[in-house]
């Protein structure tokens, strides 16, 4: 069973940085796709960034420069470094794996529980 847990939230002021880890299990990890997403309040859950193992990433343009996608397959973990954060960015942060490289919700299959991440101004 696919099991993603997501850690790393938490409270930080403008400007400040976080790092978000995303740890899978009984996911086949060399072959397929993961995904960082987020959802405020009131809005629609969107795509934040992607990555495909042996290259490749994506990212939602409120994001570039600012956050960096990574993964480290021996430890089956996913990160996103978050930088120059912005009140915009306070939402529920969800690590997801999929099939699909992309940041369309549809094209992943498996979700962790989320972990909040507030930025006050």
């Known amino acids: 069973q696919v099991q993603l847990v997501e850690s790393g939230g938490g409270s930080v002021q403008a400007g400040g940085s976080l790092r978000l880890s995303c740890a899978a299990s009984?996911?086949?990890?060399?072959?397929?796709?993961m995904g960082w997403f987020r959802q405020a309040p009131g809005k629609e859950r969107e795509g934040v960034a992607s990555?495909?193992?042996?290259?490749?990433?994506l990212y939602a343009d409120s994001v570039k420069g600012r956050f960096t996608i990574s993964q480290d397959n021996a430890k089956n973990t996913l990160y996103l470094q978050m930088n120059s954060l912005k009140p915009e960015d306070t939402a529920m942060y969800y690590c997801?794996?999929?099939?699909?490289?992309?940041?369309?919700?549809?094209?992943?299959?498996?979700w962790g529980q989320g972990t909040q991440v507030t930025v006050s101004s």
């Open positions: 009984g996911y086949t990890y060399s072959t397929n796709y």
């Open positions: 997801a794996a999929g099939r699909v490289f992309s940041l369309a919700e549809w094209a992943y299959e498996y």
């Open positions: 990555i495909r193992t042996g290259g490749g990433m």
